[in-house]
């Protein structure tokens, strides 16, 4: 098993930043890919970004791309979300996820997920 602990979300008026960081334990080795994931009030889960354990490749949503960034602190088994620019549409519960599929794009494709933490836009 792997446990994810997400941290760092928060409210912020829009064109702020925040970044939130989610913490791995447990069978970390077995993970092939992390990604970052959100649900806005009524709305499906969403792919943000993923980036894959070994080479640090990364993917984004159109919706974010240039303006979030997915990193990864291989030694702390840590992935970080910077996330700039923000706007109230981004607004939604943040996951954490992780994956031994390095093929995985969709939720349900991963099999570890963290608690979620909130992020709030404010316009």
């Known amino acids: 098993q792997v446990q994810l602990v997400e941290s760092g979300g928060g409210l912020v008026q829009a064109g702020g930043s925040l970044r939130l960081s989610c913490a791995a334990s447990?069978?970390?080795?077995?993970?092939?890919?992390r990604g970052w994931f959100r649900q806005a009030p009524g709305k499906e889960r969403e792919f943000v970004a993923t980036?894959?354990?070994?080479?640090?490749?990364?993917r984004y949503a159109d919706s974010v791309k240039g303006r979030f960034t997915i990193s990864r602190d291989y030694a702390k088994n840590t992935v970080y979300l910077q996330m700039n620019s923000l706007k109230p549409e981004d607004t939604a519960v943040y996951y954490c996820?992780?994956?031994?599929?390095?093929?995985?794009?969709?939720?349900?494709?991963?099999?570890?997920w963290g608690q979620g933490t909130q992020v709030t836009v404010s316009s």
């Open positions: 996820a992780a994956t031994v599929a390095v093929g995985a794009t969709l939720p349900h494709e991963y099999n570890y």
């Open positions: 447990g069978r970390t080795f077995s993970v092939l890919k």
């Open positions: 980036i894959i354990r070994s080479t640090g490749d990364t």
